[in-house]
C-alpha cells in the first residue's frame, strides 16, 4: 500500500505466522460496548465493512469520527466511533506493515 505521503507498507514473508495467529484471534474478536474518549495515539480494534484490524488514532475528525491507520496493512481511513474499539489486540505481534520510503524522492 502507498500512503497519501507516498509512504509505501509492506508485508514481510517472515511475518506470515504473525499474520495467521493475527488473522485468528481478529476472527474471534467479540465486540463490546465502548463509552471511550479517544486520543491521538491510541491502540484500537476498528471495523470497516465487515472486517475488522488492529488500528491507531492518527486524528480525531469529530464527536463521532476517527481516522485510524490500520497498523498491519499501512491503510489510513475514517471509523465512526462505534466501530472503534479500546483494545491492544495481540501485543506481542508487531505492526506487520513496515514503512519504507525510496531515497532522494520528494511526494509531489
Given at each position: 500500500h502507498v500512503s497519501s505521503?507516498?509512504?509505501?507498507?509492506?508485508?514481510?514473508?517472515?511475518?506470515?505466522?504473525?499474520?495467521?495467529?493475527?488473522?485468528?484471534?481478529?476472527?474471534?474478536?467479540?465486540?463490546?460496548?465502548?463509552?471511550?474518549?479517544?486520543?491521538?495515539?491510541?491502540?484500537?480494534?476498528?471495523?470497516?465493512?465487515?472486517?475488522?484490524?488492529r488500528g491507531l488514532v492518527t486524528h480525531i475528525i469529530g464527536p463521532k469520527m476517527l481516522e485510524v491507520l490500520m497498523v498491519d496493512t499501512g491503510i489510513s481511513m475514517n471509523v465512526h466511533v462505534k466501530d472503534a474499539y479500546p483494545v491492544l489486540l495481540c501485543p506481542d505481534i508487531p505492526k506487520l506493515a513496515v514503512p519504507v520510503r525510496l531515497a532522494h524522492i520528494q511526494p509531489a
Open positions: 505521503d507516498c509512504t509505501i507498507y509492506f508485508n514481510p514473508d517472515s511475518m506470515r505466522p504473525c499474520q495467521e495467529r493475527l488473522a485468528a484471534s481478529l476472527k474471534s474478536f467479540q465486540r463490546c460496548p465502548a463509552n471511550v474518549t479517544w486520543q491521538v495515539g491510541a491502540a484500537c480494534v476498528a471495523q470497516n465493512d465487515m472486517w475488522f484490524s
